[in-house]
């Protein structure tokens, strides 16, 4: 089946950035949407982006917009997640998944998941 795998993470003080990047098996990206999603400990997964496979629009969780961006690149089957002016709050592990329904902020609109990459902001 479908793998993803998620690299990129790491730490990094607020104010900084980092680009996270989910490559996929196969032909992956081309034909699907994609999408981050982050969990911290003691919280539920929450969406952070999305990126339709149709017409490449993007959409953002409000906690992340004007900070964070998603994009794909089809010929190296991989999706990144730029995060500049990176805050504490943004630790978490993030993962990458493949969207195969419309509800895109939530996860049961994703089929496959990445083992997800740890980002960890200090102060």
């Known amino acids: 089946q479908v793998q993803l795998v998620e690299s990129g993470g790491g730490l990094v003080q607020a104010g900084g950035s980092l680009r996270l990047s989910c490559a996929a098996s196969g032909r992956t990206i081309s034909t699907y949407a994609m999408g981050w999603f982050r969990q911290a400990p003691g919280k539920e997964r929450e969406f952070v982006a999305t990126?339709?496979?149709?017409?490449?629009?993007?959409y953002y969780a409000d906690s992340v917009k004007g900070r964070f961006t998603i994009s794909r690149d089809n010929a190296k089957n991989t999706v990144y997640l730029q995060m500049n002016n990176l805050k504490p709050e943004d630790t978490a592990v993030y993962y990458c998944?493949?969207?195969?329904?419309?509800?895109?902020?939530?996860?049961?609109?994703?089929?496959?998941w990445g083992q997800g990459t740890q980002v960890t902001v200090s102060s």
């Open positions: 990126i339709n496979w149709s017409d490449s629009n993007t």
């Open positions: 998944g493949r969207r195969i329904s419309s509800g895109y902020t939530s996860p049961i609109a994703y089929d496959y």
